[in-house]
């Protein structure tokens, strides 16, 4: 039995099972890190005592996942106030006595999906969220890209026409990256609405598209992925995948000559084969790569 | 003993050795794709009989890498004359009788650096070359990025601040992708001289290193090297790295906390440590791979 534990900056989702057949979540919101921490450890406490090989955990971040390094397992520089410099998965390690797999929210999503999900068999695969914010994971390979940090997709720099769309952006750091311009914190500012209450024909979608588009361009030519799994709050207008497909051709303009593109768009970018389970299932795969790593 | 090509579409490089200190290479104009292909044949015989084990091939592209496809092995879809479809890594095969290892000239190129150059001991880092066009290889986690097809780095799109450069791009697919703002054809059509011939105080610098940096801001996003290294005929400029690393800085503007980019990244964006051999050198650790791939 594994525990999972998908660590989001408005809810934490906890769960418990081997995969998606006998996985049983809870989830509550994100408060101060003590209490929210307190609350996952006794969950886990209260419905499976010792009897839990080891925890998994899918975080938001940024978070350092080096290797040895000091601060392993931690929430970093997170504009979070109350969550910067968290000991996320030492402290739930030492309050189950259990070894803890950890990554970010977007790398377990990329796992679930690629172990249960849209992208079963595949080595090569891009998760996206764009919700509040925008974050992506990645699988090179079959093992997911991680390096310095890990990667940060939702601040990459695109193309702004801003005689076209005079809004500057709203991310903090950047402006006009792509979570600046894309995520659905950029389209309710720049309309004043939420994106569900925008109907499909509004202006906002298109040029939603356009910049969806040019991201996944970019990813096309730096990553090659199989697949792109576009989640998070915004994608659920569903309406959005073709226009992102299309302008994803328009862009690459038949430069990358490959089936998947040219012939079977429709089936390259693709909503989450587990929906919103996508996170805390990968975490229950973190918590069997920890439990293997554990075995001395 | 290892044969090794680097396959441009300038010129052929070909080498025979095992690493830095025994390697020895002759290059010849790529003219014609039998001609080309059989002086290296016929280089490889004179030279070295039936002592070859393998030959790695590091090729100008795009190219197919795909394992087990009825088109491995070939140069697909490039605009050079008489090179679409041409069967490399089967004509050398054949030619020589041994097995080959194939992949992109950049490809080649990262692998090098990551043996014997720049990046020895880092398992993720990129190799980009600045050249008349622009390329990237890249490591994850130790291993080469493949996926669908390959990366084709230099055509991701960027912000292009028409005002400050009317320059419309020369890339034939994409117009004002990076490779058609910034590559040396670029720089060449944009100012009417050759990138060498241009002072180290003229404008071109400034917006050469404006997009470059965008772009390793945009792979720092996706990638997480540890590493840039940046080759190719642009970049023998070396004024241009300080700038570039400067505009990184400035986009990336404090939300990647490494100490690789906030405290060393002199360190972090640096010329290839193999200089211009960095291609043919990867191209025999691809024969290396081939020859121990074919041990039954």
Redesign the interface.
């Known amino acids: 039995m594994y525990g999972a534990i998908e660590a989001g900056g408005t809810k934490f989702v906890c769960g418990i099972g081997t995969g998606p057949s006998d996985l049983e979540v809870i989830q509550f919101p994100t408060t101060t890190s003590a209490e929210t921490i307190g609350e996952s450890i006794a969950f886990f406490r209260g419905r499976v005592q010792n009897r839990l090989k080891a925890v998994g955990i899918a975080s938001f971040g ?1 978070v350092d996942l080096r290797p040895g390094s000091p601060t392993w397992g931690r929430i ?2 997170t504009p979070k106030p109350g969550w910067q410099d968290v000991d996320l998965a030492g402290e739930v390690g030492r309050g189950l006595g259990v070894p803890v797999g950890f990554d970010t929210d977007v790398n377990g999503a990329a796992l679930g999906e690629a172990r249960w999900g849209a992208a079963q068999g595949l ?2 695969a891009v998760y996206l969220t764009i919700g509040t914010g925008i974050g ?1 994971g ?1 699988l ?2 079959g ?18 026409d801003h005689a076209a769309d005079p809004y500057p952006g709203c991310c903090p ?2 402006g ?1 990256c792509l979570e600046g311009l894309a995520s659905g914190t950029a389209i309710r500012e720049r309309w004043g609405r939420q994106p569900p209450d925008l109907e499909a024909d509004h202006p906002a979608w298109a040029i939603e598209a356009r910049y969806l588009g ?1 991201a996944l ?10 697949l792109f799994i576009l989640g998070g709050g915004v994608m659920r207008q569903s309406h959005l995948f073709p226009m992102v497909r299309k302008e994803l051709c328009r ?8 089936a ?2 040219l012939q079977e768009i429709d089936r390259y970018v693709v909503p989450p084969g587990l929906g919103d389970r996508a996170g805390v299932l990968g975490a229950i795969i973190l918590a069997e790569q920890a439990a293997r790593n554990a075995v001395p």
Do not use: K
């Open positions: 940024p970093t520089s080595e090569d992506g990645a090179s390979r093992r997911l890209v991680h390096g310095l940090l890990h990667p940060e997709m939702g601040h990459i720099r695109l193309p702004h750091f950047h006009d040019l361009t970019t990813w096309v030519c730096t990553l090659s992925p199989q862009l690459l303009n038949g430069y990358i000559r490959a998947a593109i």
